[in-house]
């Protein structure tokens, strides 16, 4: 599925879930107050979401550096903004802190800070959309402080030029820190569909992989040629197609989702390991490719629907193909985890064609209905989170187009997945929808109880106005909160004690990390009546006393900012 739209100012050719997108790209700028779309739906009342602003067309990651409490949206075409949230917490305002001139990519997929705030970029050069090579680069951002924004950038790794397979080319793209801070692990997808041949080949060294690149390292050269990658201990799993987003869980176990084929092939979650190898391409949500079998004739195929895209030209995409390579008798395919449902589950019976709910039939899928393109994956890995929620991933499905719909899933929704571990083989999940109708979300960034969820306008169908969203998520008593020593994991602004009080109360608070803090009072008109901080704290646990003595009887707030944390409190002042 191909999607133009002639507004834009330059021409750009990239990946998401598997379909060629070629789009003009705009100038990125803000808008605010624009509400286009519906308002999203919650599914549960302990859930609120509220629109914090309209961001950039291109926007593909969220992210925060966990040593300044800030979040970054990472755009296509380079440029990285700060989000800057105004005084109430309300909306959001974009500053650009970086752009290709700085970090040198031309169009980064890939965006992950590690503990020590280093920053993390992974993408392709490809300066001519039509070109059949490509080169992929991950960058490191030093900073030249804790905080700081001032960075030293170098190459991690690079890659030798490769076949771009530039129909379903899926590029570096997700980026994942260990816990430990020793590597990143950098997804290249698959330069094909489901293994069919593409310009004369099928898939190469350096794709359908998990890369494991140790983080001192730099101007690593990585060659096309798996075996190499093997020797050198850059190959951390094969046989993924198209692994966005990956995410470590609080187990030290990285989770990554995988896109689906344009076949109607379940997408898979799965539990990436050393050495392991995941199917693709002879497997796709356990799912036989069936171009390998010389019976395949694809006009009978229940699963291949008569307007799937297909590269452009589907009975050519998919065919009876002599030449497809046999399933290899010496790898062990990993299967992917097994979802109960109750949501995300639909399929396509593989014998009759019949959509089917596998919960409903007390089955399980591997993992998600088809089309969903999950692409963003958060994990509660400090326990913050309420009840059922407590430790879950929770992941974003981009996809809207016509073949998820025909499944009677819209996608486009937050999951809440609940991964269940069963020794050291495998994982279950329990998959639940807390918000729909969201429009194209892509990525998704978790702090304390805030989920912020980013769209994008990189999609099959017009999302001109992209937002970031806020989910507050039900919280669960700080006492069961885990320590870093002194420092706590997260922000946390508590409530006032007395309260109602006169004239003097307590207001405390928490920081996860070094930030500047100002902590305010307002009247009910928003007027600012008292600061009661402004200056730079450490992580910990702090409390300011307020005194009121020249203030008359009534509702205020108090408001506290913390890099890109902010919260405000009713406080109630009797005399």
């Known amino acids: 599925m191909t999607f133009f739209t002639a507004k834009f100012t330059h021409v750009f050719q990239y990946i998401i879930s598997g ?37 950039g067309l291109s926007s593909v990651r969220i992210r925060q550096d966990p040593t300044n409490g800030n979040l970054y949206i990472l755009q296509r075409d380079g440029v990285i903004n700060k989000v800057d949230f105004s005084q109430d917490s309300s909306s959001v305002t974009l500053t650009q802190v970086y752009t290709t001139s700085d970090h040198g990519l031309i169009s980064p997929l890939g965006m992950a800070f590690g503990k020590d ?84 080949m099928r898939g190469v060294g350096l794709t359908d992989i998990i890369l494991k690149l140790p983080v001192d390292s730099t101007n690593i050269l990585l060659q096309d040629d798996r075996n190499w990658l093997i020797e050198h201990g850059y190959l951390m799993a094969d046989g993924t197609r198209n692994s966005y987003d990956l995410a470590f869980n609080a187990n030290g176990d990285l989770i990554a989702p995988d896109n689906s084929d344009d076949r109607d092939d379940p997408e898979e979650l799965n539990w990436i390991q050393e050495g392991h190898h995941y199917g693709f391409p002879w497997i796709i949500g356990l799912d036989n490719t069936p171009q390998q079998f010389s019976w395949y004739n694809p006009h009978n195929d229940p699963l291949l629907m008569p307007y799937a895209w297909g590269g452009g030209n589907l009975y050519v995409t998919y065919s009876n193909d002599p030449t497809y390579p046999p399933k290899p008798d010496s790898i062990v395919f990993i299967s992917p985890i097994l979802s109960y449902g109750p949501d995300a ?32 994956i958060a994990f509660d890995n400090d326990s913050v989170l309420a009840g ?28 809440a997945v609940s991964l269940t571990k069963h020794g050291d083989t495998t994982y279950t999940a329990h998959v639940n929808r807390l918000v729909s109708g969201l429009n194209s979300p892509l990525s998704d960034a978790l702090v304390g109880n805030k989920l912020f969820v980013m769209e994008t306008g990189e999609q099959y169908g017009a999302n001109n106005y992209p937002k970031l969203w806020e989910v507050t998520l039900p919280e669960g008593p700080v006492t069961g909160i885990k320590q870093k020593g002194n420092s706590p994991f997260y922000f946390k602004l508590n409530q006032n ?74 406080l109630i002042l009797l005399k």
């Open 19 to 55: 379909r060629r997108v070629v789009y003009l790209l705009l100038c990125i700028f803000y808008l605010p107050g624009i509400f286009l779309n519906a308002q999203p739906k919650v599914t549960r009342s302990d859930i609120s979401i509220k629109q914090l602003g309209v961001i």
């Open 117 to 200: 705030g280093v920053l993390y970029l992974a993408g392709d050069q490809i300066s001519n959309p039509d070109s059949e090579y490509t080169v992929g680069v991950i960058m490191k951002g030093i900073p030249d402080s804790a905080g700081s924004e001032n960075r030293a950038w170098e190459v991690l790794a690079q890659t030798v030029r490769y076949p771009y397979g530039h129909v379903y080319a899926h590029q570096l793209s997700g980026i994942a820190v260990d816990p430990n801070g020793k590597y990143i692990y950098v997804n290249s997808g698959a330069r094909t569909d489901h293994g069919e041949m593409e310009n004369g």
């Open 345 to 376: 589950d639909d399929f396509r019976d593989t014998a009759t064609g019949k959509i089917e709910d596998a919960s409903d039939l007390g089955v399980t899928i591997p993992t998600f209905t088809p089309h969903r393109s999950v692409d963003g």
């Open 388 to 415: 059922d929620l407590k430790g879950d991933a929770f992941v974003v499905s981009f996809s809207n187009n016509s073949e998820i719909d025909t499944l009677g899933d819209m996608g486009q929704d937050l999951l």
């Open 497 to 570: 004690y007395p309260n109602p009080f006169n004239p003097s109360t307590v207001i405390s608070y928490q920081l996860s990390v070094s930030s500047h803090v100002t902590l305010k009072i307002y009247d009910v008109l928003g007027r600012e009546v008292a600061t009661l901080l402004n200056k730079a704290e450490t992580a910990g646990n702090y409390s300011v006393e307020f005194n009121a003595g020249s203030l008359a009887s009534g509702i205020y707030f108090y408001s506290l900012t913390a890099g890109s944390f902010h919260q405000t409190k009713k």
